[in-house]
């Protein structure tokens, strides 16, 4: 059965077209003949990524409310009470649906200016905060202008790692200099990726990825590409982020705000030191991160 379904998968990426990168804002749009595009995609693999790189990424936003207010509680507990209380001006970058900006405005009890932009507007929630759409990963905002900036399963969105990149040099550029990033990024290692439901999904190459997509149905193509680890580093590394990793602590918080109650986290909360937890992280579903500026 298992050489059944890889045999339908890779013949699937043989036959596919339109199937390989999303849009990326910040490459030209390419406009050829029907006959120029048939030529050039059986020639130059190189061409063909630029064609396809005109297919739109989908929306993956969450509107389940209960899962957005503990996320927005887990937010806060990370962030740190006094370091969220001290904030005045807040930007939400890819807010979905808009329950965690206004949890965070409800949450500032009137104190806060809480702004969110996203590329696409699938707000169900759209009270406490000041939206704007955007294209691309540009921010429309001055320089230095917010305390608190949250990245929450976005930048695995935004494209290629040159989008990956300007969208992190974006959010440095808007913070202010004593400001205080929250990025959040699911594991490109973990088990079951967590878009399309689909077991090891994110550990493929492009090509296969889209077959395995459209193999179940899940759609045409895969328009997602989570971070390990180290590519995270690098690229906070390349943005002149001052990281801290902060995912086994993220781990302890989930528990503790999801599962108060239960033994895992009872074990995991009380027993187990960070040591212990470690050698998980590799396949650990979600990284998350405090960033700062680095002052050169």
Known sequence: MVSVILRRVIAGSRFATNCSYSKRAHLPEIRLSPETKIRTIARTPVAMESIMSNQERRAHAISDRDSRLLKSE?????????????????????????????????????????????????????????????????????????????????????????????????????????GLIYLAVPNKWRIIEPHYRLPLLSWLPQRISDAYVRLFKRGSYYDCQPLSARKAMTLFHDAHLQINDVTLNALRTTLTIEHPRHPITRLVNGVLPDWSLSPALPIIPTFVFMLKPLQS
């Open 74 to 178: 887990k937010i806060i507990s990370l962030v740190g009470e006094e370091r969220f209380d001290a904030a005045r001006d807040i930007l939400e970058v890819g807010c979905g649906s808009g329950i965690i900006s206004n949890a965070l405005a409800t949450a500032g009890h009137g104190r806060l200016n809480v702004f969110a932009v996203d590329v696409a507007d699938n707000r169900v929630e759209k009270d406490g905060y000041i939206f704007q759409q955007v294209h691309g990963t540009t921010l429309p905002y001055p320089d230095h202008s917010f305390d608190l900036i949250v990245s929450n399963h976005v930048i695995e969105h935004v494209g290629d790692r040159n989008a990956q990149l300007h969208h992190l040099k974006e959010i440095r550029r808007v913070l202010k200099i004593d």
